[in-house]
């Protein structure tokens, strides 16, 4: 039986052939304020579904019986959520008193694991096209400690490479390369499987499975990658946030509303003059207004006249007639 859930209910049984899953979603949401002053980073929405099961919807749902969110803000928020959403799969928190990094957050997490076999940790900011079924078929036939999904960047100078071998294992890592000094272009795209005797030997505290776990394991000779092609989407800004929106509506991730002159309308909501963007419920749109390229969510309401392009509007905000907006966003419930 599928459940959803919160913290407390972890008794329940493992679904056979089903992983279990680390969300990283600790982050306080700085570059996305003043939208997360008052709101969970993790369930800002994108089209019908919050940013968090976003991300966890790149697993295939019969693969996927529990879910470890590893949480630092909007504890009780978050509660709330996994109490009351329809999910197919179990919800526990893990609770970061205090910045834990990613591989002292993973090693918090290890305490509500139940199954067995490898853990899959994916990043709560990542919109992404990684097929995970890829992934853990050439985890399981390299036999590797850690398997990585990767993605190809054109400036490699910004990020951390890794060089991936003819036999689909990573050799070693690059921190952040001097352009023409680089020795790949592919970078850890944020979802990748661990065993559990990796998770064992992590340490409770601060710090990193990036800079400082993974390095080691790929010099053992026990780490695999493997690249994917699609999208990659990092959706903690505003513009990556409008990014994914949009990802969302090209690759219909979405199951209520309709699609529209590249955009995306709730169910009921009204038509306008809106292009490459997406239109909460309840959202009213003003004569002779036009929306390009943003995110209205749900009981905003624009004026006549307003012109909006790169935006974010929060929930039941209020832009003023002939209001010119551009790159801004809008706090939930405010006024413009």
């Known amino acids: 039986?599928?459940?959803?859930?919160?913290?407390?209910?972890?008794?329940?049984?493992?679904?056979?052939?089903?992983?279990?899953?680390?969300?990283?979603?600790?982050?306080?949401?700085?570059?996305?304020?003043?939208?997360?002053?008052?709101?969970?980073?993790?369930?800002?929405?994108?089209?019908?579904q919050p940013l968090l099961q976003r991300v966890v919807e790149v697993v295939p749902s019969e693969m996927v019986d529990r879910v470890i969110v590893a949480a630092g803000f909007g504890i009780e928020e978050m509660r709330e959520w996994a109490t009351n959403a329809e999910l197919p799969y179990e919800v526990i928190l893990s609770v970061e008193d205090e910045a834990m990094g990613t591989g002292g957050a993973i090693a918090l997490a290890r305490e509500h694991l139940s199954g067995e076999g490898p853990v899959l940790v994916l990043n709560g900011d990542l919109?992404?096209?990684?097929?995970?079924?890829?992934?853990?078929?050439?985890?399981?036939?390299?036999?590797?400690?850690a398997t990585l999904s990767l993605w190809e960047v054109e400036d490699p100078s910004r990020f951390g490479v890794c060089e991936l071998d003819n036999s689909g294992f990573i050799r070693r890592f690059q921190e952040k390369p001097e352009p023409g000094t680089e020795f790949s272009n592919l970078i850890n795209a944020g979802c990748y499987l661990v065993e559990r005797e990796v998770l064992d030997n992590l340490r409770l505290e601060n710090h990193s499975m990036e800079r400082e776990v993974f390095p080691g394991i790929a010099a053992s000779g026990d780490m695999a990658g493997i690249s994917f092609t699609g999208y990659f989407v990092d959706a903690g800004t505003p513009s990556s946030f409008i990014q994914a929106a949009k990802v969302c509506i090209e690759s219909k991730r979405f199951s209520s509303g309709f699609k529209c002159c590249e955009s995306w309308f709730a169910d009921g909501a009204r038509f306008g003059d809106v292009t490459r963007s997406s239109i909460g419920k309840g959202v009213h749109l003003g004569e002779s207004s036009s929306i390009t390229d943003s995110v209205i969510m749900d009981g905003a309401r624009i004026g006549d006249g307003c012109k909006l392009e790169g935006c974010i509007v929060g929930e039941g905000a209020r832009i003023s007639t002939g209001s010119k907006l551009s790159e801004t966003v809008v706090g939930h419930h405010s006024n413009v």
């Open 1 to 48: 039986m599928w459940l959803s859930c919160t913290r407390s209910a972890q008794s329940q049984p493992h679904i056979p052939n089903a992983m279990e899953v680390i969300v990283l979603a600790g982050g306080f949401g700085t570059r996305l304020r003043p939208l997360t002053e008052d709101r969970a980073k993790p369930l800002l929405p994108i089209l019908d």
């Open 127 to 145: 919109v992404v096209s990684v097929e995970v079924e890829t992934l853990l078929k050439h985890h399981n036939a390299t036999g590797a400690l």
